[in-house]
């Protein structure tokens, strides 16, 4: 399956534990990173995307053009980023957990 949510019992056991915020990390990130992200958003889970934990292979396009892996990752992030997921790197993401344990 391309998605976690596919197959599994993952948006039934988030839900039912009342988890609201979710941190997406894998490969490749054009293709179940993407996918896991694109439910969890539409779900509407609270979707927070790593960058720097994520990552893409060079790929073929039907033209014959080559993608290199860091344009394929920098676009599919783009993608992702303010309508599914927020995009941050790792060390936002601690600086996040940090501040809201703190609000707390």
């Known amino acids: 399956m391309n998605s976690a949510f596919i197959g599994t019992n993952l948006?039934?056991?988030l839900k039912e534990h009342g988890i609201h915020h979710v941190v997406i990390t894998g490969l490749t990130t054009p293709h179940c990173v993407s996918i896991t992200t694109r439910m969890s958003g539409n779900?509407?889970?609270n979707t927070y995307l790593v960058s720097g934990a994520t990552a893409a292979f060079g790929l073929k396009g039907p033209d014959s053009a080559y993608y290199?892996?860091?344009q394929i990752h920098a676009i599919s992030l783009a993608?992702?980023?303010?309508?599914f997921a927020t995009v941050l790197t790792?060390?936002?993401l601690i600086d996040f957990i940090e501040k809201s344990h703190s609000m707390n």
């Open 43 to 45: 779900l509407g889970f």
């Open 11 to 13: 948006e039934q056991y």
């Open 79 to 83: 993608t992702l980023h303010g309508e």
């Open 68 to 70: 290199d892996a860091d």
């Open 90 to 92: 790792t060390e936002e």
